[in-house]
């Protein structure tokens, strides 16, 4: 018998009698203003939100924000001008020097600020990790309430890689004093365009 | 001093030992708890949440064996490898086979508690291949030469003043260094560099998902996913009780993780692997190491409902003021000490026991474990298998005995309260493990029973 026939032989005979899943296992979230428990939540988990009218009122608060940053670059056309990279590399290595990468996020959850982005948004799935800075563009119209809503709407495995992206990488392992930038982004800035 | 080789209570009497140390490990993970209670008090239906994570894991263990059947063929179709391990001896060989395949000779890994389970870093090490931790924590105490003390916190043992020696030592701080941002610093630049160049990457797995085949790690460094989308070979490792039936059912698990966990909302990246990226190879490992075994004990299988959060070792009192180094096993505290005399009965027989049953655990986990039922259950089956020590086995025959009789339990507690007050000694010697490092509280002069009885009004 092999161990794969083994284990399963063994589970099987050890599983308990059937038990029904639950029906109710998705509860909605009511807040009364959805855009502020965003931002409110994005920046307890140590991140940013500026609400933005249009593509240009971003290239300005970036220019303002990040003045000189090289090593620049986007997956969104209408930000194109204020790119001097590619995130469009075949291996994820040529990634390393990034220092700003802005990419477009497809749905953000209220609940806890957190982003779902798959490979349609990040042409490397390291992009959101191995850039020193992230900006994410993402439209107030994608706003759920909360994790039962985000994954009534996604589909996992329309791509082979997504994740929820909750602020900046951190950690609290020495002493529990929180570091934001960790091994990820030292920073992360949502614009929220209407 | 090698805490690892002592029971539970003698591991204890040395943690013990630095008294302001303990204060402020017992105040430093109460913090935690803290936390945890204020991220709950913010989910008005956090107790349905909890009600119904425990019923999906409750469906899963009685399903077992047909989601991993499910999960395996849609890994595969997904263009995974799949792996069967039935022991941690099997799981240390295939991912060694993998790894000299690839003919590298080192690896980077990020938290995976089954990895320590089944001793793999050593393993591997003496063949030949290096392994670095990167979770930040794990490789403080990889460094030291050290286990992790804690699953979520592995380095929640030592103060940033250890931290700073260790990094001083080995990654060249500057003396006496003790800022965490400085430190973390300077852990980053050297891990990156380490990312940048590893062709193998191992990550663990919080959950994997039946209907799609695909699994998700999460974490807040970001590491996990450094590790594995630099790779050329992504191993990624579970026990079988990872497996959950669909993605929606990640909605209950996701928003309780992290809440309990450490009390953010969720944590930094909750990354979901489903198929390799281009030119990369995908390798899943499903292990079994005792697993299937604890599923057939009815008294003890909810253990495999846990999703390792850790919110039960925050608030034990005994935890807190132990250590995770006194249970000297991969995972500590109250759901450790269910889990590991299900490896081994002999050498795990203490930890049932390293308990107030208090209960405090099984209010606070998240998919609603009988965290302190199941502790007590194992100290009747370790008695009865004859693995108690002889001490123990006749106190708990005179508490049976007492505890059976109201009439003996009063005058038990009559005689109790009597001895310490007139002679605490009897209690405060150092063959009662419970009083090493405690003073006995003030007896109070009537019980409960009496006060009662005297109170109440008829
Ligand atoms: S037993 Fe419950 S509280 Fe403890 S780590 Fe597991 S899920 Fe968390």
New interface residues.
């Given amino acids: 018998m092999?161990?794969?026939e083994?284990?399963?032989a063994?589970?099987?005979?050890?599983?308990?009698?059937?038990?029904?899943?639950?029906e109710?296992?998705?509860?909605t979230s009511v807040f009364p203003d959805i855009v502020q428990q965003f931002m409110d939540?994005l920046a307890?988990?140590g991140g940013k939100a500026e609400r933005v009218s249009d593509y240009e009122a971003i290239k300005k608060h970036i220019q303002e924000y990040y003045p000189g940053m090289t090593n620049v670059a986007t997956t969104i056309p209408e930000l194109a001008s204020l790119a001097d990279t590619t995130l469009a590399v075949t291996d994820?290595?040529d990634l390393?020097s990034l220092n700003l990468a802005i990419i477009e996020g497809q749905l953000a959850?209220a609940?806890?600020?957190?982003i779902w982005l798959d490979e349609r948004q990040l042409p490397?799935?390291?992009t959101?990790?191995?850039t020193q800075y992230l900006a994410i563009v993402i439209r107030e119209s994608t706003l759920v309430p909360?994790?039962?809503d985000?994954?009534?709407r996604i589909t996992?495995?329309t791509?082979?890689?997504?994740?929820?992206?909750?602020?900046?990488?951190?950690?609290?392992?020495?002493?529990?004093?929180l570091?934001i930038?960790?091994?990820?982004?030292r920073s992360l800035i949502v614009y929220m365009l209407p | 001093m090698n805490q690892l080789n002592l029971d539970h209570a003698t591991a204890s009497a040395v943690f013990n030992k630095n008294e302001p140390r303990v204060d402020w490990h017992d105040e430093?993970l109460w913090?935690?708890r803290a936390k945890r209670d204020r991220a709950a008090a913010l989910i008005p239906?956090w107790e349905?949440?909890r009600?119904?994570a425990s019923?999906?894991k409750?469906?899963v263990?009685?399903?077992?064996?047909d989601l991993?059947?499910q999960f395996e063929e849609n890994a595969r179709k997904?263009g995974i490898h799949v792996h069967?391990?039935?022991n941690a001896d099997?799981h240390n060989d295939i991912v060694l086979g993998i790894i000299q395949k690839t003919g590298a000779n080192r690896m980077v890994k990020s938290k995976s508690m089954l990895t320590e389970e089944c001793h793999m870093n050593n393993f591997l090490t003496s063949h030949g291949i290096e392994v670095i931790d990167?979770?930040?924590?794990e490789r403080?105490v990889q460094m030291r030469k050290e286990p992790p003390s804690h699953i979520v916190?592995?380095?929640?043992h030592?103060?940033?003043a250890d931290?700073g020696e260790t990094f001083h030592e080995h990654l060249g701080t500057e003396k006496g260094a003790t800022d965490?941002?400085y430190?973390?610093?300077a852990a980053?630049q050297h891990?990156?560099d380490t990312?940048?160049t590893r062709k193998v990457a191992l990550t663990g797995v919080n959950f994997a998902?039946a209907e799609?085949?695909?699994f998700v790690v999460c974490t807040?460094?970001?590491?996990a996913?450094?590790g594995a989308?630099?790779a050329d070979v992504h191993i990624a490792a579970m026990g079988?009780e990872k497996i959950i039936?669909r993605?929606?059912?990640?909605?209950?698990f996701?928003?309780l993780l992290a809440r309990s966990a450490?009390g953010?909302?969720?944590?930094?990246?909750?990354?979901?692997?489903?198929?390799?990226?281009p030119g990369q190879e995908m390798h899943l490992i499903?292990v079994?190491n005792g697993r299937?075994?604890q599923?057939?004990r009815?008294e003890f299988?909810n253990s495999l409902k846990c999703i390792r959060c850790a919110a039960c070792m925050n608030t034990c009192p005994v935890y807190r003021r132990s250590g995770g180094h006194s249970y000297h096993s991969a995972v500590a505290g109250p759901i450790g000490s269910i889990l590991a005399p299900n490896l081994d009965m002999k050498l795990n027989a203490d930890l049932p026991f390293a308990s107030t049953l208090c209960g405090s655990c099984s209010n606070v986990c998240p998919v609603k474990i009988d965290i302190h039922d199941q502790l007590y259950k194992w100290r009747q089956v370790l008695m009865r298998e004859g693995y108690g020590t002889t001490g123990k086995g006749a106190a708990m025959k005179a508490m049976a005995t007492v505890l059976e009789s109201p009439r003996l339990y009063r005058m038990a507690g009559k005689i109790g309260r009597g001895v310490l007050r007139f002679s605490p000694a009897v209690a405060e010697n150092r063959f009662n493990p419970w009083f090493n490092q405690r003073e006995m509280p003030a007896p109070p002069s009537e019980s409960f029973r009496d006060w009662y009885v005297k109170n109440k009004k008829s």
Avoid: C
């Fill in positions: 092999t161990s794969r083994q284990i399963l063994n589970v099987k005979a050890n599983q308990p009698a059937l038990h029904p899943l639950p109710q296992f998705r509860f939540i307890f988990v994820p290595h390393a959850v609940e806890n600020g957190a490397q799935r390291v959101p990790m191995i909360n994790m039962h985000a994954y009534q996992v495995n791509t082979g890689f997504g994740t929820f992206l909750s602020g900046p990488s951190k950690t609290a392992d020495i002493e529990q004093s570091v930038g960790a091994h990820g982004a | 430093t913090f935690v239906e349905d949440l009600e119904a019923q999906i409750n469906h263990l009685s399903n077992m064996h991993l059947v997904n069967w391990a039935a099997e990167s979770d930040l924590g403080i916190l592995p380095a929640i030592l103060t940033r931290v965490p941002q430190l973390t610093e980053r891990l990156r990312f940048l998902i799609t085949g695909g807040n460094e970001g590491n996913d450094m989308h630099l079988f039936p993605a929606e059912h990640l909605g209950v996701l928003r450490t953010q909302p969720i944590t930094a990246f909750s990354s979901h692997f489903h198929k390799p990226r499903i079994d299937s075994r599923l057939g009815t299988r």
